[in-house]
C-alpha cells in the first residue's frame, strides 16, 4: 500500500507562502493522481488541489489563484505551494490519492496556521 509523508507545514502571517511536501512510497508514483486535502477543526475533511499524471491540475475554489500543485515523479514528490494566506486556510493538510476509491491509508498530515 502507498503510504505518503507530508511536511512543511507551520505558522505564517496572512498574506504569507508555504510550501508543503508529500514524499509517497513505493513504485508506480507516476501511475496515480494525487490530492492534497485539509481538515480545519470541526470541519469534514475536503479536497484542495489535485493532480493529475498528465500534469493538468483542479483546485477547490477557495484556494484558486493562490495555490499550487505540482509533481516530482522522480523523488515520488507532491508538492503544494501556498501564496496569500489567509486565517481560514488553517488546517492539517494531507496527501493521498486523488480519488475516494483509491485512497491509501491517512498520515498525520502537516498543520499550517496562518495567524498574526
Known amino acids: 500500500q502507498v503510504q505518503f509523508v507530508e511536511s512543511g507545514g507551520g505558522l505564517v502571517q496572512p498574506g504569507g507562502s508555504l510550501r508543503l511536501s508529500c514524499v509517497a512510497s513505493?513504485?508506480?508514483?507516476?501511475?496515480?493522481?494525487v490530492g492534497w486535502y485539509r481538515q480545519a477543526p470541526g470541519k469534514r475533511r475536503v479536497l484542495v488541489a489535485r493532480?493529475?499524471?498528465?500534469?493538468?491540475?483542479d483546485y477547490g475554489d477557495s484556494v484558486k489563484g493562490r495555490f499550487t500543485i505540482s509533481r516530482d515523479n522522480a523523488a515520488n514528490t507532491a508538492y503544494l505551494q501556498m501564496n496569500s494566506l489567509k486565517p481560514e486556510d488553517t488546517a492539517v493538510y494531507y496527501c493521498?490519492?486523488?480519488?475516494?476509491?483509491?485512497?491509501?491509508?491517512w498520515g498525520q498530515g502537516t498543520q499550517v496556521t496562518v495567524s498574526s
Open positions: 493521498n490519492r486523488g480519488y475516494p476509491l483509491a485512497y491509501s491509508s
Open positions: 513505493g513504485s508506480g508514483f507516476s501511475t496515480y493522481v
Open positions: 493532480i493529475f499524471t498528465s500534469g493538468t491540475t
